[in-house]
């Protein structure tokens, strides 16, 4: 398996843009999360699906986010509109089960500047 | 909700020395707790866990002691070695899958 898949790698963007960035779990996984890396905040949680459904978005820091999850196998996370404060790491992870001690599998993250 | 404190949040040791990262939790229902290794640039990678029914889990060179009382846990590394710098993360989960992690520590092994 190739893993938690992300794309794109990089995005580089002006204020006011619309931003999507993209994850392709690990196949038979049912659980993906959105975490946002930054240095001062370090790795937060913003989004959680399982079986499709989002179960857990308190990490979503206002209504510019939303994420999705139209099929078993391909998430988005969008921002609209884009601020330079959204610049950071953004990474998808994906676990098999539900409970804690399913292993959550990271992908390689989506590096973001927003000018 | 559960609330991860990490220290030291930088840590310098020299090759062979061991290392030490400890972390607290806020939430005592939390029953897993996760290390995460993150090399520059790279993505975190899983190297050890330790689940709430366990004091003590060692894989070669690192082990992590889980004392629930006090409500924290600790990473050892022993014989480091220059490959062991990086970002290590700990983080707590209450019975589901969703982690809290702490802020990181970065750790620098000098040849």
């Known amino acids: 398996d190739a893993g938690v898949i992300q794309s794109p790698r990089h995005e580089v963007t002006e204020m006011g843009q619309e931003v999507t960035l993209r994850c392709k779990p690990i196949s038979g996984h049912n659980s993906l999360f959105w975490y946002r890396q930054t240095m001062m905040r370090g790795l937060e949680l913003l989004i959680y699906?399982?079986?499709?459904?989002?179960?857990?978005d308190s990490g979503m820091p206002e209504d510019r986010f939303s994420a999705k999850m139209p099929n078993a196998s391909f998430s988005t996370l969008k921002i609209q509109p884009s601020e330079p404060r959204d610049s950071a790491v953004y990474f998808c992870?994906?676990?098999?089960?539900?409970?804690?001690?399913?292993?959550?599998?990271f992908g390689a993250g989506t590096r973001l500047s927003v000018l | 909700g559960e609330n991860v404190e990490q220290h030291p949040s930088t840590l310098s040791v020299q090759e062979g020395d061991s290392a030490v990262i400890k972390c607290t939790y806020s939430?005592?229902?939390?029953?897993?707790f996760p290390w995460y290794k993150q090399e520059l640039g790279k993505r975190p990678q899983l190297i050890i866990d330790i689940r709430s029914n366990v004091g003590e889990k060692k894989d070669q060179r690192i082990a992590v002691t889980l004392n629930k009382t006090a409500k924290h846990f600790s990473l050892h590394i022993t014989e480091t070695q220059p490959e062991d710098s990086a970002v290590y993360f700990c983080a707590a989960s209450i019975g589901y899958s969703t982690l809290t992690f702490g802020k990181g520590t970065m750790l620098l092994v000098s040849p």
């Open positions: 992870a994906s676990s098999h089960g539900d409970r804690a001690g399913d292993i959550q599998y």
């Open positions: 699906f399982n079986n499709n459904v989002p179960i857990d």
């Open positions: 939430d005592s229902a939390s029953n897993y």
